[in-house]
């Protein structure tokens, strides 16, 4: 088994990084290359990305719009996964998954690794804002090295919840986003461009989505002389983190929108860049546009509810409706949570990763103890052999018998017959489950 060794002078600091979706692989990958040590001997870092193989796997052009080259990039299974980890050398992997997907590695990484002192350091974080399920999903992230926090806020809430049970909070570490940057906004453009910034998962209902159209579609009648622009996360057929019953792009074929309102994809940044008013309901971003001191609107239209994930921007100033807006509203964001939010406007986003580096310098230069989750058989028999199974592992971490983890790429045949399952989910959830909603509704 080939030993992992810190980078040194004449070789780059390897790192894996393993995601589920697209915008896992996005804070991943940038994490990667944020919170890596800082040391003008060492050459670039060599990148090597995994995807886990599921319904939201991201597409090419997903991946190109991240803009982070990986050295190598495949998909795979948890168990293929942990495989590479016991046979290939590496000194920091990156758990870019939701909690139940970083428990499992963890435990399944703990197996593979055992009796290795010279094991690789393990990250893990959140992709953006976190709004809810604040202790399931940080204690099913328990026992990485570094758990990242993206802004004091949530290094303070994070630490509470790790000593509230007990369990050792020394990983958490502060923080930012990795994708933000940019130029900071210097005055309106020509023609002045309104952004709604959407998101998969809220709000859900059609009823709202419909809502949140009409209204944006009546700022554009209303103001003929701006460009308002539609930012959806995915082109029709293209899978994310979550998978939309009434993607916009369905909805807005019904309606007729005027010639100053378009749909827009790709990068977030460069959707900014031409940027003078962003709106949305409760997405990260958000931060990214106060980041680059551009008004920002969070909407209260649904109302102000955890539910939405708005309510996590209460006393950030950015709170108002479309009415507001329709009458000339422009926000002013109260710097002391813009601060307590890890969005460093005021230009010390260069050192907010310094922390990360200097903890991971220390952890690279000596030898590391066995992973230790705080779940485990024994703390958690009735939920972690459950969250261990979704990814074809046993109670000690092992591969269940019977545990998909082929041995060579998937020939066209087998990956045809993926591509039809995540096609036949994705028509099941935007198409059927909707039509049977309705029927029980009769």
Same mark, same amino acid.
């Given at each position: 088994?080939?030993?992992? =060794?810190? !980078?040194?002078?004449?070789?780059?600091?390897?790192?894996?990084?393993?995601?589920?979706?697209?915008?896992?692989?996005?804070?991943?990958?940038?994490?990667?290359?944020?919170?890596?040590?800082? /040391?003008?001997?060492?050459?670039?870092?060599?990148?090597? $990305? @995994?995807?886990?193989?599921?319904?939201?796997?991201?597409?090419?052009?997903?991946?190109?719009?991240?803009?982070?080259?990986?050295?190598?990039?495949?998909?795979?299974? &948890?168990? %293929? @996964?942990? *495989?590479?980890?016991?046979?290939?050398?590496? /000194?920091?992997?990156?758990?870019?998954?939701?909690?139940?997907?970083?428990?499992?590695?963890?435990?399944?990484?703990?197996?593979?690794?055992?009796?290795?002192?010279?094991?690789?350091?393990?990250?893990?974080?959140?992709?953006?804002?976190?709004?809810?399920?604040?202790?399931?999903?940080?204690?099913?992230?328990?026992?990485?090295?570094?758990?990242?926090?993206?802004? *004091?806020?949530?290094?303070?809430? @994070?630490?509470?919840?790790?000593?509230?049970?007990? !369990?050792?909070?020394?990983?958490?570490?502060?923080?930012?986003?990795?994708?933000?940057?940019?130029?900071?906004?210097?005055?309106?453009?020509?023609?002045? =461009?309104?952004?709604?910034?959407?998101?998969?998962?809220?709000?859900?209902? *059609?009823?709202?989505?419909?809502?949140?159209?009409?209204?944006?579609? #009546?700022?554009?009648?209303?103001?003929? %002389?701006?460009?308002?622009?539609?930012?959806?996360?995915? #082109?029709?057929?293209?899978?994310?983190?979550? +998978? %939309?019953?009434?993607?916009?792009?369905?909805?807005?074929?019904?309606?007729?929108?005027?010639?100053?309102?378009?749909?827009?994809?790709?990068?977030?940044?460069?959707?900014?860049?031409?940027?003078?008013?962003?709106?949305?309901?409760?997405?990260?971003?958000?931060?990214?546009?106060?980041?680059?001191?551009?008004?920002?609107?969070?909407?209260?239209?649904?109302?102000?509810? %955890?539910?939405?994930?708005?309510?996590?921007?209460?006393?950030?100033?950015?709170?108002?409706?479309? /009415?507001?807006?329709?009458?000339?509203?422009?926000? &002013?964001?109260?710097?002391?949570?813009?601060?307590?939010?890890?969005?460093?406007?005021?230009?010390?986003?260069?050192? !907010?990763?310094?922390?990360?580096?200097?903890?991971?310098? #220390?952890?690279?230069?000596?030898?590391?103890?066995?992973?230790?989750?705080?779940?485990?058989?024994?703390?958690?028999? $009735?939920?972690?052999?459950?969250?261990?199974?979704?990814?074809?592992?046993?109670?000690? $971490?092992?591969?269940?018998?019977?545990?998909?983890?082929?041995? #060579?790429?998937?020939?066209?045949?087998?990956? +045809?017959?993926?591509?039809?399952?995540?096609? !036949?989910?994705?028509?099941?959830?935007?198409?059927?489950?909707?039509? +049977? *909603?309705?029927?029980?509704?009769?």
């Amino acid at each position: 088994m080939p030993a992992s =060794t810190p !980078a040194t002078s004449t070789t780059p600091l390897r790192i894996a990084v393993l995601a589920d979706s697209d915008t896992r692989w996005k804070w991943g990958a940038l994490t990667a290359h944020r919170i890596a040590p800082r /040391d003008d001997a060492q050459e670039a870092l060599s990148l090597s $990305g @995994f995807l886990l193989r599921g319904r939201a796997t991201p597409t090419p052009r997903q991946l190109a719009e991240v803009g982070v080259e990986a050295e190598s990039l495949r998909e795979v299974t &948890s168990v %293929e @996964f942990l *495989r590479a980890m016991a046979e290939e050398s590496y /000194d920091i992997v990156v758990l870019a998954l939701v909690g139940g997907g970083v428990q499992a590695m963890l435990h399944g990484l703990k197996r593979v690794w055992e009796g290795r002192a010279d094991r690789p350091v393990v990250v893990t974080g959140y992709v953006g804002v976190v709004y809810e399920k604040l202790a399931d999903g940080l204690l099913l992230r328990h026992g990485a090295d570094l758990v990242l926090a993206n802004s *004091r806020q949530d290094a303070e809430r @994070f630490r509470s919840v790790y000593e509230g049970v007990g !369990a050792d909070a020394s990983a958490v570490t502060e923080v930012a986003l990795p994708f933000l940057g940019g130029a900071a906004y210097e005055g309106e453009h020509d023609p002045y =461009t309104v952004v709604f910034a959407v998101q998969p998962s809220v709000p859900d209902s *059609r009823k709202d989505r419909t809502y949140l159209l009409n209204r944006l579609i #009546k700022h554009a009648r209303s103001h003929p %002389e701006r460009e308002v622009l539609l930012k959806l996360r995915s #082109k029709p057929g293209e899978h994310t983190t979550h +998978i %939309e019953e009434q993607p916009y792009q369905k909805l807005v074929q019904r309606l007729a929108p005027p010639p100053n309102f378009r749909l827009v994809y790709g990068n977030m940044g460069e959707v900014l860049d031409r940027t003078d008013l962003l709106v949305t309901i409760s997405s990260t971003a958000a931060l990214e546009s106060l980041h680059r001191r551009i008004p920002t609107v969070v909407l209260t239209d649904l109302g102000v509810r %955890e539910v939405l994930g708005n309510h996590h921007f209460v006393g950030s100033g950015c709170l108002a409706s479309w /009415d507001q807006l329709d009458d000339g509203h422009r926000p &002013s964001p109260d710097p002391e949570w813009v601060a307590r939010q890890g969005v460093v406007a005021d230009g010390s986003y260069a050192t !907010a990763f310094d922390a990360a580096r200097e903890r991971l310098a #220390k952890l690279l230069a000596g030898a590391l103890p066995p992973l230790t989750p705080y779940y485990t058989p024994a703390t958690a028999p $009735g939920y972690l052999p459950g969250i261990l199974a979704r990814h074809h592992l046993g109670p000690d $971490g092992s591969p269940l018998p019977g545990a998909p983890a082929a041995d #060579k790429e998937p020939g066209p045949v087998r990956q +045809i017959v993926r591509r039809a399952a995540r096609g !036949a989910y994705r028509h099941g959830v935007q198409r059927v489950a909707p039509v +049977i *909603r309705r029927m029980g509704e009769l």
